[in-house]
């Protein structure tokens, strides 16, 4: 079964300090990962998204993610975070078997303290 | 449109009431999705569309959730004899079906509180 585990509920750091938001999943074969932010009252927005080719990927706002095969992990880095990245992270592992399927993580709430 | 857009953006609604919940895809998605989050908590998936058949409802909690789309568009999720445990963010997103890892975008939510 294909699933995403994302560790931590919460994560603090201090605003210009690196954050790391961690992803780990399980599938068979090649994955498919995304990442997502959900800031308050608001739908899931779009980050980055990793499908073949460099294992750093870079997306929206400074955000990137490194795809780690033989970890099987997919955490997303910023190198100095700002008060205004503090939201709600989700990962999403889509199924290689079954096209359609998205699995989302439980999500991890990052606090970016001034 | 632009983006993926829901209506009412708010509801309440009296315990054993039916709501409707409206989702527009962005133009040209013909995969959707219906997901469900409750305060501060995980996404839930409900159902998936490809054009207007649902191949993949097993999410729906219970026979009092049903959901249609019409036209390979527009799509309602309707809720009958409303619960208190209903109350969450329904959140819909869409998606091509063209593209290998294409993603899903989603819209703002639409927040039910049942009381």
């Known amino acids: 079964a294909q699933s995403v585990a994302q560790p931590e509920d919460q994560v603090n750091v201090a605003e210009g300090n690196p954050l790391t938001v961690k992803c780990t999943y399980s599938?068979?074969?090649?994955?498919?990962l995304f990442w997502y932010v959900q800031y308050p009252n608001r739908g899931l927005q779009f980050l980055l998204k990793?499908?073949?080719?460099?294992?750093l990927v870079k997306g929206s706002y400074g955000f990137e993610a490194e795809f780690n095969k033989s970890q099987t992990s997919f955490h997303l880095k910023k190198p100095s975070a700002l008060v205004s990245d503090s939201a709600l992270y989700f990962c999403a592992v889509r199924d290689r078997d079954n096209f359609n399927k998205f699995y989302f993580g439980s999500g991890t709430k990052l606090n970016v303290k001034p | 449109g632009a983006g993926v857009s829901q209506s009412p953006s708010n509801k309440v609604t009296e315990k054993g009431k039916d709501v409707e919940l409206r989702c527009d895809p962005i133009?040209?998605?013909?995969?959707l999705y219906w997901y469900r989050q409750s305060l501060g908590q995980g996404l839930e998936f409900l159902i998936y569309f490809q054009g207007n058949s649902a191949p993949d409802k097993s999410g729906l909690p219970s026979d009092r959730f049903s959901a249609e789309r019409t036209g390979g568009s527009v799509s309602t999720l309707t809720i009958q004899r409303t619960q208190q445990e209903d109350s969450a963010v329904y959140l819909c997103?869409?998606?091509?079906?063209w593209g290998a890892g294409n993603t899903i975008y989603f819209g703002e939510g639409s927040w039910l509180t049942v009381v």
């Open positions: 990793y499908i073949t080719g460099d294992n």
């Open positions: 599938v068979s074969g090649n994955p498919y």
């Open positions: 133009s040209g998605h013909t995969a």
């Open positions: 997103a869409s998606r091509p079906s």
